[in-house]
């Protein structure tokens, strides 16, 4: 994928863009290219270098489940801490967590007006969740929004990723729970989104998806669906829980020929930590990080805790207070310090600001899809 503003202007007839529209986001993309100014000493220890970065430049955990796992309590309270999830808001002050995308995923089997209605459901519960934890949560749609709740101390949060049965093979749907919140959609379990690939439904999903500003997420997508979305999204995608493949041959895991083209089309690999996808510890995580960012550029490289899913992670990162563990062992392992802003904050409002400019260029030309999947797969 050619440089974002590049490659939306270049599809456009000339005027299509007004001057409020256009000037805003170069800017945006001058910010990327200054240079890296360093806020930790080299010459202190890991540890404390890795606390030093993470205060300038926390984590934005690409996938947290923790609403799901809130449904099993009659009870809780994040703000003092919770001991009965891996997940609240002492363990994520602890962790230099500034943002999270939470899990709207459901258990397998559900589909059609079940799998709709308990995506409501979950936003419902994520959004309570959020309200009750005013002091230390603040919800966000937007990068602006991401940097403003953290620049007011709390913890942005972001709903997504959810599953592709959610919109229930309708861009109604979509279009509404977009209005809802909804920021990121995996796009797996439809027939719209196979090991087959994308129908022409599916390739008009991505395009409204785009014109909303709302993530693909290709987690789990066939090889097919991932190089047709690479080549049709205007908007950066990302990978919300997979790791190198070569190093551990998890069905979700990409392999180096998907990576390099992730990187090459802009886009952001989240690394999980778990045991299952990554390894049993920490030095596990790290070498995964080290392909990834060796295969697709240390622009494509992101973390993703995939805390309260139900899965194992590592040793010495049972929880959302492990951070500075990890970036201490990048820190042992050479990557410098800009490398490792990238990593933990700078991709993915790379990837939140490619969505934002995407959407609001795409409104300007394009109207909301009427389109039907049995008008254009029937």
């Known amino acids: 994928m050619a440089d974002l503003q590049d490659d939306l202007r270049s599809t456009a007839a000339a005027g299509e863009f007004d001057d409020d529209l256009a000037e805003p986001n170069r800017d945006e993309a001058v910010m990327d290219a200054e240079p890296y100014e360093p806020v930790s000493d080299p010459d202190d220890a890991p540890m404390t270098r890795a606390h030093a970065i993470l205060a300038a430049h926390p984590v934005a955990d690409g996938y947290n489940a923790l609403p799901w796992a809130l449904k099993r309590l009659s009870c809780y309270d994040l703000e003092e801490g919770e001991t009965t999830v891996d997940t609240d808001v002492p363990r994520l002050r602890r962790g230099h967590v500034g943002a999270l995308f939470w899990s709207l995923h459901l258990p397998e089997g559900l589909d059609g007006d079940r799998a709709v209605g308990a995506t409501l459901e979950q936003l419902d519960l994520a959004k309570t969740v959020a309200r009750t934890c005013a002091e230390g949560l603040r919800p966000a749609c937007t990068a602006g929004q991401v940097a403003d709740a953290r620049n007011c101390g709390r913890v942005a949060v972001l709903l997504g990723p959810a599953g592709a049965p959610a919109v229930g093979d309708s861009l109604g749907i979509l279009r509404q729970l977009h209005l809802l919140g909804l920021r990121v959609l995996t796009l797996t379990g439809v027939s719209w989104a196979s090991d087959a ?16 500003g709302v993530i693909v997420d290709l987690s789990g997508a066939s090889a097919p669906t991932v190089r047709r979305v690479l080549s049709l999204s205007r908007a950066p995608v990302l990978c919300s829980r997979s790791a190198a493949r070569a190093l551990r041959p998890h069905p979700v895991n990409l392999p180096d020929d998907l990576l390099a083209e992730l990187g090459a089309a802009k886009g952001l690999c989240l690394v999980p930590l778990t045991a299952e996808q990554t390894g049993p510890t920490v030095r596990d995580v790290a070498d995964h990080l080290d392909h990834v960012r060796a295969v697709a550029g240390a622009q494509s490289v992101g973390l993703s805790g995939t805390y309260d899913s139900g899965s194992a992670h590592p040793q010495e990162l049972g929880d959302t207070s492990c951070y500075p563990r990890l970036i201490a062992e990048l820190l042992r392992r050479g990557w410098d310090e800009a490398d490792v802003a990238l990593l933990t904050w700078g ?11 995407t959407a609001r260029a795409a409104q300007q030309r394009r109207e909301p899809s009427a389109a039907t999947i049995s008008e254009l797969d029937g």
Not at 197 to 212: A, H, I, K
Not at 347 to 357: E, K
Request: proline share 0%; no cysteine; glycine share 12%.
């Open 197 to 212: 690939g994308l129908t022409r439904f599916g390739e008009e999903v991505v395009r409204e998806m785009n014109r909303l």
């Open 347 to 357: 991709n993915v409002q790379r990837v939140l600001r490619g969505a934002d400019f």
